[in-house]
């Protein structure tokens, strides 16, 4: 058998070994930090904080962790443990010396999060606004756009009847114990053996053993609910604090499987909605309904969010067309010349109807209309990108606030994303010009 020759690096894959690590070396945030314009994203922040008192976190700190974390998908604690041994994302934050400890509480986002609220567009803003200047993103992309709706699932597991009864017990007896209510009896080990044996007869499909078990969490739920109420009557403190968690034990305790109408699917999270999407692999999603919008041409840099919102108590997708598109049309300062749907959009309210085209539409598409209502399912592979690269598949956020904070910073992660992957293709063109006229000269100086 013939021995392979050894192999040996030729200059090429040196070179391109040599332009990777330097590449790689994340050369492209410190570029990204010197477009961002801090200054200005303070003075919009200024108005919500007070000049009096304890002097407060410095605002380039803490948007510059919230946009590191969605721009790599971390986790509040990911970002804040990465940020002690990473300098780039130190020097990204406004840090003029490497540190070797964390200088502030990881809570601090959550309070910055919820102080923001709707100042949070100022962020996407400020990414289009840095594409724009970068050259990933030209004035023309932001007039012909794809609009199209998503479901943004919430950190809870499948609701099912037994575990919503479960969840309700426990959380009622935890409140008891931390409020100093001594309940007759907490029912913790009947609701646990019940909500286990419900699953498995459901399982082997034996339903009326199944109905029992039900039967004995709600049953036993009653109970405690009737029992706080006698052991709190009178007390107006203890009153207000068991409002809520009693007004939601008493709907999971009521509600039925096929009922009309509002339901509640978490214990915890009150907010979250049944939404179907009429997808086969996931007939209904819990969560939020999120409208996302993006250029319908390729931009130099790719395709940029230009617009994301939560839309809280499931709306029809065409009565959100005409808010969304005037909201767009706000963010980016530029007038929307036609917008592309998809049919869940039909019967919509927009305010130049014969600008907005729907998918499978004939009337009126012709030419570039109908390359461009091609086009249109290109706004999906965006939406799996959100959703697997940022945090839109989950949502860890407490609230309403919480799902509105998450959809926006998502897409201002993906425009980020968009802008560090065209710098670093600037950059390696740059580096490959420059290695190769370094290369070029000796020849040069041979040849004469």
């Not at 502030?104 to 996407?124: I, M, N, P, Q």
């Not at 932001?142 to 809870?156: E, F, G, H, N, S």
């Not at 749907?341 to 085209?357: L, S």
């Amino acid at each position: 058998m013939r021995p392979k020759k050894p192999q040996t690096t030729g200059e090429g894959d040196l070179f391109r070994a040599q332009l990777d690590h330097i590449v790689n070396m994340r050369h492209e945030l410190v570029q990204l930090a010197s477009k961002i314009d801090w200054d200005w994203i303070d003075d919009e922040i200024a108005p919500l904080y007070s000049d009096k008192g304890r002097p407060g976190i410095e605002t380039r700190f803490v948007i510059g962790l919230l946009l590191l974390k969605h721009i790599y998908g971390l986790s509040d604690e990911g970002v804040c443990e990465r940020w002690v041994y990473d300098p780039y994302f130190q020097h990204f934050t406004g840090e003029m010396f490497f540190q070797h400890a964390f200088p502030h509480e990881r809570s601090d986002l959550s309070h910055w999060r919820k102080r923001l609220g709707d100042k949070l567009e100022l962020l996407l803003a400020e990414s289009l606004r840095v594409a724009h200047e970068a050259g990933a993103l030209r004035s023309q992309d932001l007039k012909r756009v794809t609009v199209d709706t998503t479901v943004q699932p919430k950190a809870i597991t499948f609701p099912t009847d037994a575990k919503l009864l479960h969840a309700a017990i426990k959380g009622l007896n935890r409140l008891a114990r931390k409020h100093g209510v001594k309940l007759r009896q907490s029912y913790l080990r009947i609701a646990k053996t019940a909500s286990m044996m419900a699953g498995r007869y459901a399982h082997a499909k034996q339903f009326k053993r199944h109905q029992r078990q039900l039967r004995i969490l709600r049953s036993r739920l009653g109970r405690i609910i009737r029992d706080i109420r006698r052991k709190i009557e009178g007390q107006a403190v203890l009153e207000k604090a068991f409002a809520l968690p009693l007004s939601r034990a008493s709907q999971i305790r009521s509600q039925q499987q096929r009922q009309r109408g509002w339901k509640l699917y978490s214990f915890h999270a009150p907010e979250v909605e049944c939404i179907g999407k009429g997808k086969a692999a996931a007939p209904y999603e819990f969560g939020v309904k999120a409208s996302i919008v993006t250029n319908n041409r390729r931009a130099p840099g790719g395709l940029f969010v230009l617009h994301a919102r939560a839309l809280p108590d499931n709306p029809y997708d065409g009565h959100t067309l005409r808010d969304v598109i005037e909201r767009t049309e706000t963010l980016t300062g530029c007038a929307i010349e036609r917008a592309y749907v998809d049919k869940g959009y039909r019967g919509h309210d927009a305010q130049n109807p014969r600008r907005v085209f729907i998918s499978g539409q004939k009337r009126g598409v012709f030419g570039i209309i109908k390359r461009e209502l091609r086009r249109r399912s290109a706004i999906e592979p965006i939406i799996g990108h959100l959703k697997t690269d940022g945090h839109l598949g989950r949502c860890y956020l407490k609230g309403r606030a919480g799902d509105a904070a998450n959809v926006i910073l998502s897409a201002v992660g993906h425009n980020f994303r968009r802008i560090l992957a065209w710098l670093r293709d600037f950059c390696r063109l740059i580096l490959t010009a420059l290695i190769a006229a370094i290369c070029l000269q000796p020849a040069l100086e041979s040849a004469f």
